[in-house]
């Protein structure tokens, strides 16, 4: 079973709208289930230490060093442990052009954060929940 909050469902979703028709490909990362908070009443049922999808990082970032020295930038190391693709003519599949991590999310239109598909890196189908959860609200000093 993978976890995600369901405001960041919503905005792959707009990811994959804005990218149409070229796919999206966007690098996830989690927050334990302790340091959300929110009224879902699913949320006390989980672990805390289970990992989930809170955050993403904008796929264009540190594309011009990427693209020179193929250095991903964008992601910090070890800070993406999922993947959103974008599969605008199908299939609701991994596929072999994807970029894989631990876990990959798949949507294809008609664009519906309840339609998204969680794959392991294999490309075999896991459960996919969505919680109405807010992860911690992150500053800078």
Request: proline share 5%; aromatic share 6%.
């Given at each position: 079973m993978l976890y995600a909050t369901a405001g960041?469902?919503?905005?792959?979703?707009?990811?994959?709208?804005d990218r149409e028709p070229q796919q999206a490909n966007v690098p996830l990362a989690a927050t334990?289930?302790?340091?959300?908070t929110g009224t879902d009443h699913r949320l006390a049922d989980v672990n805390p230490d289970t990992p989930v999808l809170t955050h993403f990082y904008l796929p264009d970032a540190g594309g011009a060093v990427s693209s020179v020295f193929g250095v991903d930038l964008g992601t910090p190391s070890g800070g993406a442990q999922a993947r959103f693709v974008s599969h605008p003519t199908g299939p609701l599949a991994v596929i072999k052009e994807d970029d894989l991590?631990?876990?990959?999310l798949v949507a294809v239109p008609p664009w519906d954060a309840k339609q998204i598909r969680a794959f392991d890196r294999r490309g075999t189908g896991v459960e996919l929940v969505g919680l109405d959860a807010e992860p911690p609200v992150e500053t800078l000093e």
């Open positions: 960041l469902l919503d905005v792959l979703v707009e990811f994959a709208i334990p289930a302790a340091e959300l991590a631990g876990a990959v």
